[in-house]
């Protein structure tokens, strides 16, 4: 079922004691360098560093106490993992995390962190869904989808809620496309809440099956992505797809120059650490493969989870 903007709103509602309110901040540094008035919707300061504590946090507490005595399940990369292993910790329930071998070392460190019960896997698709079929069978947990999950992405659309009560005069808003529960929530939110509001997904120009699905108006799942941007290496799901395609109104793709030049203009100048996924957003911008010079744009700095033994650029 897709999410209403009423959802949305009892997500925010239900997420307010928990998570934080992320601060709007700009910088005429980046403005300056875009052509465009830039209102970074800091999702990196948000509890685990990313916006996926927002959904994870709504879909965990939507649950009833039968659904929830056996904890909750996930099979993430990352920042979903961290999210629901803290939101499960902050209602008293186990949380099984899949993993693959190959997540990076901060995002394992953090996970176990917070409480989550790690179980690895080969860094398949296929591996880390018999993986978690067999956790759910041998646990009961109750499975909470990165993103495809109606409650999943009404929690990640209270970020543009926030960021349109705070900067309701915007002309558009930038988010990261992955598996796509940020940019649906998003969507959702904002074309609900102002219309005419112009909705962008970025997308690495490696990691391209969002921009391609939508041309191809079908899904095509993503095929050996290689990208610096690790949060974005998922495939839409039906879900999302059907959101996206009804309320999105383009998916621009950016250079995988473009991510980390823009990465570390961020860093430099705004003095804000984001991850590659997050600098994809502001990529759209920076690259300016779409014309939005002079407008007043929100785009989401979707986290800032970042192995600082492995930044993109030199010693």
Same mark, same amino acid.
């Given at each position: 079922?897709?999410?209403?903007?009423?959802?949305?709103?009892?997500?925010?509602?239900?997420?307010?004691?928990?998570?934080?309110?992320?601060?709007?901040?700009?910088?005429?540094?980046?403005? +300056?360098?875009?052509?465009?008035?830039?209102? #970074?919707?800091?999702?990196?300061?948000?509890?685990?560093?990313?916006?996926?504590? &927002?959904?994870?946090?709504?879909?965990?507490?939507?649950?009833?106490?039968? +659904?929830?005595?056996?904890?909750?399940?996930?099979?993430?990369?990352?920042?979903?993992?961290?999210?629901?292993?803290?939101?499960?910790?902050?209602?008293?329930?186990?949380?099984?995390?899949?993993?693959?071998?190959?997540?990076?070392?901060?995002?394992?460190?953090?996970?176990?962190?917070?409480?989550?019960?790690?179980?690895?896997?080969?860094?398949?698709?296929?591996?880390?869904?018999?993986?978690?079929?067999?956790?759910?069978?041998?646990?009961?947990?109750?499975?909470?989808?990165?993103?495809?999950?109606? &409650?999943?992405?009404?929690?990640?659309?209270?970020?543009?809620?926030?960021?349109?009560?705070?900067?309701?005069?915007?002309?558009?808003?930038?988010?990261?496309?992955?598996?796509?529960?940020?940019?649906?929530?998003?969507?959702?939110?904002?074309?609900?809440?102002?219309?005419?509001?112009?909705?962008?997904?970025?997308?690495?120009?490696?990691?391209?099956?969002?921009?391609?699905?939508?041309?191809?108006?079908?899904? #095509?799942?993503?095929?050996?992505?290689?990208?610096?941007?690790?949060?974005?290496?998922?495939? #839409?799901? @039906?879900?999302?797809?059907?959101?996206?395609?009804?309320?999105? @109104?383009?998916?621009?793709?950016?250079?995988?120059?473009?991510?980390?030049?823009?990465?570390?203009?961020?860093? +430099?100048?705004?003095?804000?650490?984001? @991850?590659?996924?997050?600098?994809?957003?502001?990529?759209?911008?920076?690259?300016?493969?779409?014309?939005?010079?002079?407008?007043?744009?929100?785009?989401?700095?979707?986290?800032?989870?970042?192995?600082?033994?492995?930044?993109?650029?030199?010693?």
């Amino acid at each position: 079922m897709i999410p209403t903007l009423q959802n949305i709103y009892e997500a925010a509602e239900r997420i307010q004691p928990h998570a934080h309110r992320t601060p709007v901040m700009t910088n005429e540094s980046l403005n +300056e360098r875009v052509g465009a008035r830039v209102y #970074l919707k800091c999702e990196n300061f948000q509890k685990v560093g990313a916006f996926k504590f &927002r959904g994870a946090c709504n879909a965990v507490f939507s649950l009833s106490d039968e +659904e929830a005595k056996y904890g909750v399940c996930t099979h993430s990369s990352g920042n979903h993992a961290q999210a629901l292993a803290l939101a499960a910790r902050m209602r008293g329930i186990a949380a099984h995390i899949v993993m693959p071998e190959n997540a990076p070392q901060v995002k394992k460190d953090a996970v176990a962190g917070y409480g989550g019960k790690i179980t690895f896997c080969e860094p398949t698709l296929q591996a880390r869904e018999a993986t978690l079929r067999r956790v759910v069978e041998s646990t009961g947990a109750a499975f909470i989808h990165p993103f495809d999950n109606e &409650r999943v992405i009404a929690g990640q659309g209270t970020a543009s809620l926030e960021l349109l009560a705070d900067m309701p005069d915007l002309d558009a808003i930038i988010a990261p496309v992955g598996g796509g529960g940020l940019l649906s929530g998003t969507s959702i939110a904002a074309t609900e809440t102002k219309k005419g509001i112009r909705v962008l997904g970025g997308e690495p120009e490696m990691a391209d099956d969002a921009f391609r699905s939508l041309q191809a108006r079908k899904i #095509l799942p993503s095929e050996h992505p290689k990208t610096i941007a690790d949060g974005l290496l998922t495939s #839409l799901s @039906e879900l999302t797809f059907s959101i996206i395609q009804s309320r999105v @109104e383009q998916i621009v793709t950016v250079s995988e120059q473009g991510i980390v030049d823009s990465m570390k203009f961020i860093w +430099e100048r705004a003095k804000i650490v984001i @991850e590659p996924s997050a600098a994809v957003a502001v990529a759209v911008l920076w690259e300016k493969k779409v014309d939005l010079s002079g407008l007043k744009v929100g785009v989401i700095l979707s986290g800032g989870n970042v192995d600082l033994g492995k930044l993109p650029w030199g010693k």
